[in-house]
């Protein structure tokens, strides 16, 4: 067991997928996996191990912002040697190339957040997802043939739901962000120091633009398209 995490040794996969809603965790547990377990339930932040076509996969939310999810990315890397973490979750529509419903592979990561500038004393470190992870969920969707509604390229990960100076975010529109999110840039720069595989694939629930949305039910129990390429994605790519 970890501080947050009450799983014994070996009842976590080597897979994680990830959602922030622990929610949407049970959701996925309880309609893609076989034979799920619940392997935890501190603090409310549901965990499930089960398989998917004979892989052994695991589900855990991870809470709502950057500070929040790293507690639990750090647990499975260094206490439960997890290798492969995919965050399967919403996000907000920042440009007309994306429409609600469709879905945002993150290449990359950009931030409004403090955390990596403490990490790296003020220099701006850009953390990228896993190219194989990459690869394989967008070959995915190819497989499919989704990708007219299934986009590769930068996220923005805002510590702040509702911003307090939109007009800042709007500018990162301009160099090629095509949505926000709350959680992915924290992920890639964990995986990058423990040298595990991550990726963010997040399904457009609201637009900033259109002002369309989803609703709090569909959140929690649809957008399954992106959870069909997480794990395809994260069992074809072992190390």
């Not at 996969?13 to 501190?42: C, H, S």
């Not at 500070?67 to 007309?96: K, N, W």
């Not at 990561?109 to 403490?118: E, K, L, P, Q």
């Not at 990228?128 to 990708?147: I, N, P, Q």
Request: aromatic share 8%; net charge negative; proline share 3%.
């Amino acid at each position: 067991m970890s501080t947050h995490i009450g799983a014994h040794p070996g009842e976590i996969a080597p897979l994680v997928l990830m959602p922030g809603d622990p929610l949407r965790a049970k959701w996925i547990a309880e309609t893609f996996l076989e034979e799920a377990q619940l392997y935890n339930e501190v603090r409310g932040m549901y965990g499930y191990t089960g398989t998917w076509n004979g892989h052994r996969v695991s589900v855990q939310g991870s809470g709502m912002g950057q500070p929040s999810l790293a507690i639990y990315v750090h647990e499975l890397f260094t206490q439960f040697d997890v290798r492969s973490v995919i965050r399967v979750g919403s996000c907000g529509g920042m440009s007309e190339k994306v429409a609600i419903r469709d879905i945002v592979i993150a290449s990359g990561a950009c931030t409004d957040s403090s955390m990596n500038r403490i990490r790296f004393e003020g220099l701006d470190y850009a953390p990228v997802a896993d190219f194989g992870l990459l690869r394989a969920a967008y070959d995915a969707g190819v497989s499919t043939g989704s990708t007219s509604g299934v986009h590769v390229g930068l996220i923005y990960s805002s510590d702040s739901f509702y911003a307090a100076r939109p007009e800042l975010a709007a500018r990162m529109v301009e160099y090629g962000v095509l949505a926000v999110e709350m959680e992915a840039s924290a992920l890639y720069t964990l995986a990058a120091q423990h040298g595990r595989r991550a990726l963010a694939i997040c399904t457009v629930s609201d637009h900033l633009v259109t002002g369309e949305e989803t609703s709090s039910q569909e959140r929690e129990q649809t957008f399954g398209e992106m959870v069909e390429m997480a794990l395809v994605a994260g069992t074809s790519v072992t190390d």
